[in-house]
T-cell receptor, first 114, second 113 residues
Framework: AQSVTQLGSHVSVSEGALVLLRCNYS??????LFWYVQYPNQGLQLLLK??????LVKGINGFEAEFKKSETSFHLTKPSAHMSDAAEYFC????????????FGTGTRLKVLA | DSGVTQTPKHLITATGQRVTLRCSPR?????VYWYQQSLDQGLQFLIQ???????AKGNILERFSAQQFPDLHSELNLSSLELGDSALYFC????????????FGPGTRLTVL
């Protein structure tokens, strides 16, 4: 079965500091991996995705993530946090079951301190 | 704006009642997914339809059912509602049956009193 673990339900960073949100997955076959962001009272917006090919994936709003198969990780980073990055972030995996439904992590709420 | 629409935005109802949530996928998307987001369960996959046919089932209760119509819009029916069914229900769509990113609607917030 597939699963996703997001370490840290709450992360706080200062404005301008590095953002690192952790995601580890479990999958018996090559996974598709996604990061989504959810702002208050809104739906989920895709930040970036990994399907095949280059393991360093660049997304919107300056975010990127690196697929590391040996570590079964797909951590999300941004060099310099902005106040507008405050939101909840979800890592998701799909692809192993043939139906491509998403299995989501429990989410990480990012707080950006002025 | 993802292009996925959901109605209604908010729904308040009583225990034991039945409600229908509606979703219109992005133009051209054949696959529709339903998810439930609650504080205690997080984001849970409920069910997927592809071009009118059920494709996958997740943690969907027997009191819940869904369908996708020929025009590709989908409805999620929730019956014999309980307090614990209060949650945000998201619909997402994708071009194909899988392997592609899903585009999420704004959600329907269901409150069961």
């Amino acid at each position: 079965a597939q699963s996703v673990t997001q370490l840290g339900s709450h992360v706080s960073v200062s404005e301008g500091a590095l953002v690192l949100l952790r995601c580890n997955y479990s999958s018996s076959v090559p996974p598709y991996l996604f990061w989504y962001v959810q702002y208050p009272n809104q739906g989920l917006q895709l930040l970036l995705k990994y399907t095949t090919g280059a393991t360093l994936v660049k997304g919107i709003n300056g975010f990127e993530a690196e697929f590391k198969k040996s570590e079964t990780s797909f951590h999300l980073t941004k060099p310099s946090a902005h106040m507008s990055d405050a939101a909840e972030y979800f890592c998701a995996v799909s692809g192993a079951s043939g139906t491509y439904k998403y299995i989501f992590g429990t989410g990480t709420r990012l707080k950006v301190l002025a | 704006d993802s292009g996925v629409t959901q109605t209604p935005k908010h729904l308040i109802t009583a225990t034991g009642q039945r409600v229908t949530l509606r979703c219109s996928p992005r133009s051209g998307d054949l696959s529709v997914y339903w998810y439930q987001q609650s504080l205690d369960q997080g984001l849970q996959f409920l069910i997927q339809y592809y071009n009118g046919e059920e494709r996958a089932k997740g943690n969907i209760l027997e009191r819940f059912s869904a369908q996708q119509f020929p025009d590709l819009h989908s409805e999620l029916n929730l019956s014999s509602l309980e307090l614990g069914d209060s949650a945000l229900y998201f619909c997402a769509s994708s071009v194909a049956a899988g392997g592609h990113e899903q585009f999420f609607g704004p959600g329907t917030r269901l409150t069961v009193l």
